[in-house]
């Protein structure tokens, strides 16, 4: 049963096949008995997944069907569940309850989804190795010795082990792409406003995004469905109509103009993995796509400007956490000050502190100019880039990432070596397009993503264009040994 997909889950509920409620039991057990090697779960919520799995399949027998009814999920922990410990992968927010649901909380149970528990990230989603987080590291189950990538690596190791079927995650310059290239799965990250961001603890707003990890592109689609749509309670979300992305799936490739950035096979690119690109590329060639080269001249600068503005965004984020309000309180305060320093300096950890001090410094008066606003600025150019790229063709096509899975530890002493592996995803933040990234090889056993962007609001042609290559590759249906 835990093979099974969303898609796969939806018919077999509708036949009558099993419950909702069998089906959270064998989960939840495989959960328990799996999960201690991999540590993807910050929270199990056993009794709130029981009483949605029952109260689905009473819906279902009512008559009522949906894709998302009686289907089991995960939410990173950065999502609010109202009285759910809601931690962002921080000791500052260990004994947090959140007061309310996430709007993406409240969608996707509304739907009928059932949340076996809270998945590990680094904290506040800062990083790519799921390493920063307080509750210990996260393991990639194609080799324990692996990072997952992050910062949804708890949600990307969790699906690709078969512990569940699909999980929510949010991308601010890779989170949901890069932990599921390193994983095998398909991830997606959604157009800056398609998803709403309230009750998402923020990191960088202006680059935040929630999304779907899962195995398929039929499942983002399906996931992405319960997810995206406007919401008045949070002031980016744009009021577009959603489509029915899974009805789009089929749509023919025939002519589809593919770009295929100059810049990408720069020298930081492992070739095994170049070489997988293009063997994608042949892929989409052979279902009708046409293949193109194009520019995007400013990524060289993408790196230093995102690593200024998501900085700068937090330490302003981030000062709401201060002893008083929210999360961990030192002992015995002697002042304010004193307050206010040692529960940050007690509840945050090295990376986030790290960040909050680059951030303020870039914000500071003297400063704002020479790098926030020049950040700003490049952050037009690139935007400017895509824009002239997209009048060429449909669909931009590279790697994922730059290398497959390192090794737990491998960077710790160098965070500006895991920045760089952040180099093919953070564009699209910056720009505020959607991207997602499919299964296309592996490389020392370890698993290679190829990425597809699209222009604003065609989350469907991505999804598309991954289904049509899913129904003609195998590399998504890899099963990691021992899972
Ligand atoms: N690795 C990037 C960072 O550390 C992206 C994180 C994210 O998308 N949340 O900022």
């Known amino acids: 049963m835990h093979q099974l997909t969303l898609a796969e889950i939806a018919r077999g509920l509708a036949d009558k096949k099993f419950s909702s409620e069998e089906l959270t039991k064998v989960l939840l057990a495989r959960i328990t008995q799996l999960d201690p090697q991999l540590n993807s779960f910050i929270s199990l919520t056993e009794d709130l997944a029981l009483q949605q799995a029952k109260a689905a399949d009473a819906r279902r027998a009512n008559g009522e069907s949906g894709a998302l ?20 992968g921080s000791k500052m927010l ?12 409240a969608k996707l149970a509304a739907a009928g989804a059932v949340t076996l528990g809270k998945t590990n990230m680094d904290e506040f989603a800062m990083g790519s190795a799921n390493e920063s987080s307080y509750y210990g590291a996260v393991k990639n189950p194609w080799n324990l010795e692996h990072v997952p990538g992050g910062s949804s690596g708890g949600s990307a190791a969790a699906v690709a082990a078969r512990l569940l079927p699909a999980a929510t995650g949010t991308d601010t310059g890779g989170s949901i792409r890069q932990p599921a290239a390193l994983t095998n799965l398909t991830g997606l990250k959604p157009t800056y ?5 309230w009750g998402m603890i923020a990191y960088a707003s202006s680059l935040d995004q929630g999304g779907p990890l899962a195995r398929t592109a ?9 997810m995206a749509g406007f919401d008045p309670q949070d002031s980016t979300s744009i009021d577009e109509p959603v489509p029915d992305y899974s009805a789009g799936l089929n749509g023919s490739l025939q002519g589809l103009r593919i770009g295929v950035p100059k810049e990408y096979f720069s020298a930081g690119l492992d070739p095994r993995i170049a070489d997988l690109v293009m063997a994608s590329v042949e892929e989409l060639k052979k279902l009708g796509a046409v293949i193109k080269e194009i520019s995007l001249p400013n990524m060289q600068h993408a790196i230093p400007a995102y690593y200024v503005i998501a900085p700068a965004e937090a330490s302003s984020n981030l000062s709401r956490f201060d002893g008083v309000r929210f999360g ?20 945050f950890g090295p990376e986030v502190q790290r960040r909050i001090m680059v951030g303020a410094y870039a914000l500071s008066a003297g400063y704002y100019d020479a790098y926030y606003l020049k950040a700003q600025k490049i952050r037009r150019l690139i935007k400017n880039d895509f824009m002239a790229a997209f009048n060429e063709v449909d669909i931009i096509l590279g790697p994922t990432t730059p290398n497959p899975a390192w090794k737990l530890g491998a960077k710790n002493s160098d965070p500006v070596a895991a920045y760089l592996e952040d180099v093919y995803t953070i564009t699209a933040n910056l720009a505020g397009l959607p991207g997602l990234s499919m299964p296309a090889g592996f490389v020392d056993g370890l698993p290679v993503g190829v990425q597809l962007l699209a222009p604003y609001f065609q989350e469907g042609r991505l999804l598309n264009v991954a289904h049509q290559y899913q129904l003609n590759t195998d590399w998504h249906t890899r099963t990691p040994t021992g899972f």
């Open 218 to 226: 039929e499942d983002c689609a399906i996931l992405l469905q319960g």
């Open 328 to 347: 961990h309180r030192c002992a015995d305060p002697k002042n304010l000050e004193d307050l206010y320093k040692r529960s940050r300096g007690e509840g």
């Open 193 to 197: 406003g398609r998803v709403s961001r």
């Open 69 to 88: 009814l009686g289907a089991p999920i995960a939410h990173k922990d950065l999502f609010c569940t109202q009285g759910i410990r809601t931690s962002c």
């Open 94 to 105: 260990d004994n947090f309850k959140a007061p309310y649901d996430a709007t993406v909380v």
